[in-house]
T-cell receptor, first 116, second 114 residues
């Protein structure tokens, strides 16, 4: 079955320390992968996307993610957390729907808390 | 350039009623997708419209329907509302199809069914 799994529902890091948000996917072919962020009471914003080009993808606000096909992972990282990074993060995979078309499937989300 | 706008922002309905939500995409964008976000189920894809045609559909009952107009504006309709339909409904637009172009999300419409 095709799926996307965010391994941590909640991550807490201190300001200035690295951030790692983990995402694994299951797909029968090479998918497109995305990370979105949702701040409280705001809409979703695209952080970065992977579409079979370079495996290391750089996004906005200093975030980056590495596509590892052998591990079926697409983990999101940032070298130094900032208070403004506190939000909900969603790993999103482009997978086949029951109709044979592609659709976006969202992970359950990881809430990132930044400790001052 | 104005972002994706959704109206209304908040809506309260009772069971059995129907509701229509509206989404205006970014100017020039031809694809509009709809999502439902609930605490229990998370974010789920409803459907995608491109050039006035439904191109993709998620696993939702037929009570959920939509359409897209020639100006790319889209509406989503939910008939015979159930308590479980209470959710934040998000719409997103992109220049091309949702899997090839970046999607831009609106602020959502929060629907409460009593």
């Amino acid at each position: 079955a095709q799926s996307v799994t965010q391994l941590d529902s909640h991550v807490s890091v201190s300001e200035g320390t690295p951030v790692l948000l983990r995402c694994n996917y299951s797909s029968s072919y090479s998918p497109s992968l995305f990370w979105y962020v949702q701040h409280p009471n705001k809409g979703l914003q695209l952080l970065l996307k992977y579409t079979s080009a370079a495996t290391l993808v750089k996004g906005i606000n200093g975030f980056e993610a590495e596509f590892k096909k052998s591990e079926t992972s697409f983990h999101l990282t940032k070298p130094s957390a900032h208070m403004s990074d506190a939000a909900e993060y969603f790993c999103v995979v482009s997978l086949l729907s029951n109709f044979g078309n592609e659709k976006l499937t969202f992970g359950t989300g990881t809430r990132l808390t930044i400790i001052p | 350039k104005a972002g994706v706008t959704q109206t209304p922002r908040y809506l309260i309905k009772t069971r059995g009623q129907q509701v229509t939500l509206s989404c205006s995409p970014i100017s020039g964008h031809r694809s509009v997708s709809w999502y439902q976000q609930t605490p229990g189920q998370g974010l789920q894809f409803l459907f995608e419209y491109f050039s006035e045609t439904q191109r993709n559909k998620g696993n939702f009952p037929g009570r959920f329907s939509g359409r897209q107009f020639s100006n790319s504006r889209s509406e989503m309709n939910v008939s015979t509302l159930e308590l479980g339909d209470s959710a934040l409904y998000l719409c997103a637009s992109s220049l091309g199809r949702l899997n090839t172009d970046t999607q831009y999300f609106g602020p959502g419409t929060r629907l409460t069914v009593l």
